[in-house]
């Protein structure tokens, strides 16, 4: 789990937070919550207690009560691990942000396109994190996470009418139609054959002779149709 720990005094500003982060994690598919406070209260600080989850703490420097800047001092006492951004309206207290020993990730200002600029940190943390990608799907009332670079491709199973997902370890079927879980990868899958999508980045080379993609692991397939080629060629 992800938790994204916001706290701005700016009711309009922590939406537009929450609704950042939810763009940001939409082609995640990695499991988070998004907790907005107004202000480093009690129930802010029990946060800073809860290590069962790997966090991105997005923090105003001026709250109402207390300074961003030693509430970061405190987490880093706790947790060395966490990114923290700071998104503030006071440019001029960079200076002591730099300072602050914090081990932060970046300092960001409201008046300087901070969407943008937290899309961009966002997506750092993630990294810095080590968050992996996932394909999540649920079959039997059972949840399954599967880590995106590790699936090699998707085929058909026409009998049994289920999605094979072909991974480095593992064959894992669903009823989830193709189409359906290629909405939810990011766009390094394409599309081979009307029955296949494969990963891409996990391609080594391909016989375009003999339409066989040769994959990074040794495992080659045999799913490339003359309609999805020249798409294939100019992607890889």
């Not at 066989?212 to 999805?228: E, H, P």
């Amino acid at each position: 789990m992800l938790d994204f720990i916001v706290c701005d005094d700016d009711e309009i500003v922590r939406k537009n937070v929450g609704n950042i982060i939810n763009k940001c994690m939409m082609k995640n598919n990695h499991a988070y919550k998004v907790k907005l406070f107004s202000d480093y209260n009690d129930k802010f600080m029990k946060e800073l207690e809860n290590h069962n989850s790997y966090k991105v703490y997005i923090l105003d420097i001026e709250a109402p009560s207390k300074s961003g800047i030693d509430i970061a001092r405190k987490i880093r006492k706790k947790d060395k691990e966490s990114a923290i951004i700071f998104l503030t309206g006071h440019e001029e207290c960079g200076y002591s942000v730099l300072k602050s020993c914090t081990n932060f990730l970046t300092f960001i200002s409201k008046f300087d396109e901070y969407e943008e600029n937290l899309i961009n940190a966002i997506k750092e943390a993630l990294e810095l994190l080590h968050i992996k990608k996932v394909l999540t799907y649920t079959e039997h009332n059972v949840t399954y996470n599967i880590t995106i670079s590790n699936i090699l491709y998707i085929t058909k199973d026409t009998i049994n009418r289920k999605s094979v997902i072909v991974t480095d370890n593992n064959i894992h079927k669903t009823y989830t139609a193709i189409n359906e879980l290629l909405k939810k990868l990011s766009p390094v899958f394409i599309q081979t054959h009307r029955s296949c999508i494969v990963n891409k980045e996990r391609i080594e080379k391909i016989d375009k002779n003999k339409n066989i993609i040769y994959f990074d692991n040794g495992v080659k397939i045999d799913l490339l149709s003359d309609n999805y080629k020249k798409g294939l060629m100019k992607c890889v």
